[in-house]
């Protein structure tokens, strides 16, 4: 919000100084705060080529600007930086941006005038960054060094006071394992692709925040009373109850059918992961900062050999999914990697268990050895995985070819990640969902167009199953775009079925721009409760603006344009934006075979069908259609020709 | 119907903080849990909150409560039957 005391604070690890600047106004206006305003500064500050890794990388974070606000729903903060995880054969390496809820963290980041923190260089030994308002310091942090994300979390609040928010590394960051996370609050991960391993390699085991200030808004009555309305809207959903009952261990049902590895019938299953499992082991749902819904959960292992482990997150889908790839009958077993994971180590769940897979898959069939694995046998066990877990974590032996993820099984042992059978691989990048099972709706496509090739934050009603056209109609109707923008979404395309889904992801990436900037959560726009007109309202009654949706959605569009911009920068192109080849490949399962289909399951989606989605995709977004990337007239109509300059460009290479 | 005692349920309480900030607006125009009569009560291991509404500064909202207008989870419900206390916590 223009308003005073909204700052960008700057913090160099290397030297211990920090300043701050006002954010100018006119960025505000353009780019909505928050993650918008990140990406500039990621244009601005990022340098083109670094290794991200090295202290030339930065990490950026924006609360969004509602944070710390009434509204049902505002609590995310969004973290931009280079990414470690190898995203092509030639070792480049994508921007992204990752988002995370929380209780405490964000809503300190504002309170304290904090707004944007970029971070840069790297601490001469292991520190924590304090954040106490105005008073910025880092602290010796070797005493927490080597400790795990629960504990150090805990003695951070002990020692900080009951309000302090908290982003923390596990030894998977420390240990630079490539797919380290963080987490945020002890119940919310944030940075698949390994932002926990840029901490780690700047020797920043923590951000500690406190804030005391007012989060003020421009027309408070206006606000508060538009807040309690769409709270009133979210109370009406009929599905709340079972909801808020369940949190993210809801949705079997769903689950079950858009996630299926293929390996057990989906009755066994049913049985050994379902709906009974979940309820089994909740123990609390945990609301995010203002969230009228709730869904992190706590969680308790009941009975086997882990016995009374308590976690924090969602344990459920993760483990359900690889529990079946990997042939674990019980599920408390993988719960244990999960709960290990979250609130110990911050390994990537989803990776690790995947390479984990392949990895041991590929021993058996001979195409690796025990002169591969430094003597280690790989067998399809239980203990193996875990042997391999921790081995990855403290990157021991083999463990360190895994820490460094699918790139480097490829360049070792020549095993393509291509060739991997589950969910496909896109920029270096394993996904959580599959399209052969999940169909292919728009959040498939957005995982090879957005820049991090992860869903986080985009989910619109198509993710769900078995919505009606109508359905899908109102809710792209309620975002607020223009008619001839629905019109062009809702033509009947003969290569995607009934709706253009290349063009509805575009605007489903601007709308995601829009909820990250303003820390908005997307489980609401997922559930079809919050729209495009209602964020116009809640941002003109808190900045004093007057924007329609169509002009706020306007300004995501030119958010996903600096972020294009930053990883064009970065040698990503069309080429890139590749279509997981295993999708094309039928699935055969004891359910019989899985095609990719479109959404309506109307016909079978093949390599030429999803090139002319995304011709749809980058012609929507005024983009040159054989390269991918921006174009200078797009650049001008958004006000950013400065950063299509080849000037620019090479002044930061 | 005017509210002349509130009840807290502790285990009810998921952390959303909205009570605080519902306080902190109709008291005085902005969101800072800090201006909230309320003091949120973290319990560091488990991460259980319960909200502390401190009495001597808790008017009831003249009888309209914002703080239990506001909970989503049924944290903070009207006292119907002990109207001699404000406020009361369920043990
Ligand atoms: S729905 Fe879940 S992730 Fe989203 S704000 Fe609520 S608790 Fe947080
Ligand atoms: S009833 Fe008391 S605690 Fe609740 S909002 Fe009003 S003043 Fe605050
Ligand atoms: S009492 Fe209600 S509103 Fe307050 S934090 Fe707990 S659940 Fe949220």
């Known amino acids: 919000m223009p308003r005073p005391g909204y700052w960008t604070v700057f913090v160099d690890l290397s030297s211990g100084e920090v300043t701050r600047e006002p954010v100018e106004t006119q960025a505000n206006q353009d780019l909505l705060g928050g993650c918008g305003v990140g990406w500039k500064l990621a244009a601005d500050h990022l340098l083109a ?10 990490i950026i974070i924006n609360p969004g600007l509602l944070v710390g606000t009434l509204t049902p729903g505002t609590p995310k903060t969004t973290s931009i930086t280079k990414y470690p995880t190898y995203a092509s054969d030639d070792e480049r390496f994508y921007v992204g941006a990752s988002t995370v809820g929380g209780r405490y963290f964000g809503v300190a980041l504002n309170r304290a005038g904090c707004q944007h923190l970029v971070i840069s260089g790297k601490a001469p030994s292991p520190v924590y960054l304090r954040i106490r308002d105005e008073k910025i310091e880092l602290v010796d942090a070797e005493d927490l060094w080597g400790r795990g994300i629960e504990e150090v979390t805990n003695e951070l609040v002990r020692e900080e006071g009951p309000e302090t928010g908290v982003m923390v590394i596990g030894t998977a960051g420390e240990n630079l394992v490539r797919n380290a996370l963080s987490i945020v609050d002890k119940t919310n991960s944030l940075g698949r692709g390994g932002l926990g391993a840029v901490m780690g390699s700047k020797n920043l085991k923590a951000i500690a925040v406190n804030g005391s200030g007012d989060v003020e808004v421009e027309n408070p009555e206006a606000f508060f009373n538009f807040s309690q309305e769409l709270r009133e809207r979210v109370y009406q959903w009929p599905k709340r109850d079972h909801w808020i009952k369940l949190g993210l261990a809801a949705g079997w049902d769903t689950f079950k059918h858009t996630q299926y590895p293929g390996i057990w019938p989906k009755s066994e299953w049913d049985e050994l992961y379902g709906e009974k499992t979940r309820l089994a082991t909740v123990e609390e749902v945990i609301a995010c900062n203002s969230c009228i819904l709730s869904c992190r959960l706590k969680w308790k292992i ?120 589950y969910a496909g691989i896109c920029k270096g990048m394993d996904f959580i969902y599959d399209a052969r099972p999940s169909n292919f709706h728009p959040l498939m496509m957005s995982f090879f167009t957005r820049t991090r090739p992860h869903h986080g934050g985009s989910h619109t009603r198509t993710n769900s199953r078995n919505k009606t056209m109508e359905e899908i109609r109102e809710q792209v109707e309620a975002w607020g775009l223009p008619q001839e923008v629905i019109d062009r979404i809702f033509t009947e395309a003969p290569y995607c079925g009934s709706f253009n889904v290349g063009r509805y992801t575009k605007h489903m990436e601007d709308m995601m721009r829009v909820k990250n900037s303003l820390g908005l959560c997307s489980i609401y726009s997922y559930q079809g409760l919050i729209f495009g007109h209602d964020m116009a309202r809640l941002y003109n009654a808190a900045t004093g603006e007057s924007l329609t949706a169509d002009e706020l959605i306007k300004c995501g ?41 479109d959404y309506f399951n109307t016909k079978v989606i093949t390599k030429e069908d999803a090139g002319k989605m995304l011709d749809d995709y980058y012609q929507e977004r005024g983009w040159d259609v054989r390269t991918g990337t921006p174009t200078p007239e797009k650049l001008k109509e958004l006000g950013l020709e400065k950063y299509s300059s080849k000037q620019n460009q090479t002044a930061l290479a | 119907m005017r509210i002349e005692g509130i009840v807290i349920i502790p285990s009810m309480c998921r952390g959303c903080r909205s009570c605080q900030l519902a306080c902190s607006y109709v008291r005085h125009g902005v969101f800072n849990p800090a201006k909230s009569v309320i003091v949120m009560d973290r319990e560091v291991e488990t991460d259980h909150t319960v909200p502390v509404i401190l009495p001597l500064s808790c008017d009831l909202c003249g009888g309209n409560p914002a703080c239990l207008r506001a909970c989503p989870y049924g944290a903070i419900v009207a006292n119907t039957e002990h109207t001699s206390y404000k406020i009361l916590v369920q043990t």
């Open chain 1, 49 to 58: 080529r670094a290794d991200p890794l090295s202290p030339d990388n930065k």
């Open chain 1, 302 to 421: 009941k009975g086997g050999e882990y016995d009374g482990e308590v976690g924090y997150g969602s344990p459920f889908s993760k483990s359900a999914t690889s529990g079946m790839l990997l042939g674990v009958k019980d599920f408390r077993k993988m719960i244990h990697i999960v709960a290990d994971a979250n609130s110990n180590s911050g390994m990537d769940f989803y990776t690790t268990t995947r390479i984990i897979d392949f990895a041991t898959k590929m021993y058996e069939m001979g195409r690796l050895g025990k002169e591969d694995t430094g003597g280690l046998k790989l067998r399809r066990d239980y203990d193996t995985y875990l042997k391999l877990y921790q081995m990855m974590i403290k990157r021991e032996g083999f463990g360190d070819v895994l820490a460094d993820g699918w790139h480097r099984l490829k360049k070792e042992f020549g095993l393509d990640p291509q060739e991997y059978w």
């Open chain 1, 557 to 597: 569009e030119r958010i996903s344009n600096f972020a294009k911009l930053v990883n064009v920068r970065e040698g990503f192109s069309r080429e890139d934006d590749k279509v997981p080849e295993l999708w094309f490949r039928p699935m055969d399962t004891p359910e019989g075979r899985i095609e990719m289909h």
